[in-house]
């Protein structure tokens, strides 16, 4: 069926609804949560514009063969979409409960599970979901550290999901960040992070194809990988509430990806702050959509 054809699922998965029992290796859930915004809104649509942009990559049985690297990927993966959180308008707190309840219900059903945001704070409740891994070491692709401890008088905006993560999870062992930069910089949450061991890249420091300083990832760890798509140079991807200039290229982005996806587990993915109204042409979600089932491929390889 051509892309722009049918009901958008994530890469024509078929839906696998959360109070269904089932199995699959990778699973994917939307989070369309953006009132902890602290610029341009609209991540709340992004779930539904990454499906479908996504139905561009769709995934057939025999998978998808890359002519670069000569491979096929994802040959055999069994996939689902299970929908939407349901979130409510203005209820933060019980907005958390439901994303920590789904992303716990999406964990048991897959191996892979996929979580589409959504601004950055969804990250600290699906992250609550993975309480029962004694070493978590998270991996951060973004312009921004996110590791504030307040932001006008609140603690749980899209500055500050990683440090409410490493206050209530004792397994949460390091976190690396790489793509940083900009001069709205908290100084107090970069000493924070240099304080408890994490490891932050600056974009300059990123290799042409992705390469990164030595000791910058972890190895053989459980890993979360969390997606920002503002790491990426804004004439790449413009669509997103904080873009900053001098970003990263797709290559790059890629290339680290596939670094970190080589050396460990991916117990789990989330892509934040997509805001697909700011891209007319609706470039930046496909950027998106090839992104994560490209790194789905490098995940279930």
Known sequence: MLSYAGISTFSRAPLGSLDDAWTCDVAVLG???DIALGFRPGAR????AIRDASLRYAVPPEGLWNWHTQ??????????????VDLPSLEPELAHRRIE?????????????????GDHSISYPVLRAYDDIADLHVVQLDAHL????????????????FRRAVEALPGLTSISTIGLRGIRT??????????????????????????LPAGSLPT???????????VFDPSVLSGTSSPEVDGLTYRQVAGILHTVTSLNTIVGIDCVELSPSLDPSGLSSLVVARLLVETLGMVMA
């Not at 096929?72 to 996939?79: E, K, N």
């Not at 609140?154 to 999901?161: A, G, I, L, Q």
């Open 31 to 33: 989070i369309p949560f």
């Open 45 to 48: 649509f992004a779930p539904r």
């Open 71 to 84: 491979e096929t990927i994802l040959a055999g993966c069994t996939m689902r979409d299970a929908g939407d």
């Open 101 to 117: 309840s789904c992303a716990r219900a999406l964990r048991e059903r897959c191996t892979v599970p996929l979580f589409l945001g």
């Open 146 to 161: 996110d590791f504030t401890n307040e932001r006008d008088g609140t603690r749980w905006s899209n500055s500050s999901p």
């Open 186 to 211: 908290d100084k107090e949450a970069v000493l924070s992070a240099q304080a408890r061991g994490h490891s932050m890249v600056h974009a300059d420091h990123v290799g042409i194809t992705g390469a």
């Open 220 to 230: 053989g760890k459980s890993v979360y990988l969390s997606i920002d798509v503002d």
